[in-house]
């Protein structure tokens, strides 16, 4: 198991940007794949961006890919998610989240350790 807790979320202005941290504790973080996923008010949460374990791989939703950009550094425990050209769309609560795992899932549902999430508001 690991424990994992985000922090950078904020308001910030459409066009903006935003650095996302996701500090985990545990023996088997290098041994999970890691993601962003994110809850808007009224709607399901979805997957934004997963790394593999080393790093060498990352997949992205389509509604983010190019604007978003997940890393991880393995001595520090951390994943990261660097936000870009933000749009009032992307107002939601973002979970990391983690699973042991050699592949990366895209779904809610692969993952069994979530932080508790952080708020992130783009204003027009």
């Known amino acids: 198991q690991v424990q994992l807790v985000e922090s950078g979320g904020g308001l910030v202005q459409a066009g903006g940007s935003l650095r996302l941290s996701c500090a985990a504790s545990g023996r088997t973080f290098s041994s999970s794949v890691m993601a962003w996923l994110r809850q808007a008010p009224g709607k399901e949460r979805e997957f934004v961006a997963g790394i593999s374990r080393s790093g060498s791989s990352t997949y992205y939703a389509d509604s983010v890919k190019g604007r978003f950009t997940i890393s991880r550094d393995n001595a520090k425990n951390t994943v990261y998610l660097q936000m870009n050209s933000l749009k009032p769309e992307d107002t939601a609560v973002y979970y990391c989240?983690?699973?042991?795992?050699?592949?990366?899932?895209?779904?809610?549902?692969?993952?069994?350790?979530w932080g508790p999430g952080t708020q992130v508001t783009v204003s027009s």
């Open positions: 989240a983690a699973r042991v795992s050699v592949s990366i899932g895209t779904t809610p549902k692969f993952y069994n350790n």
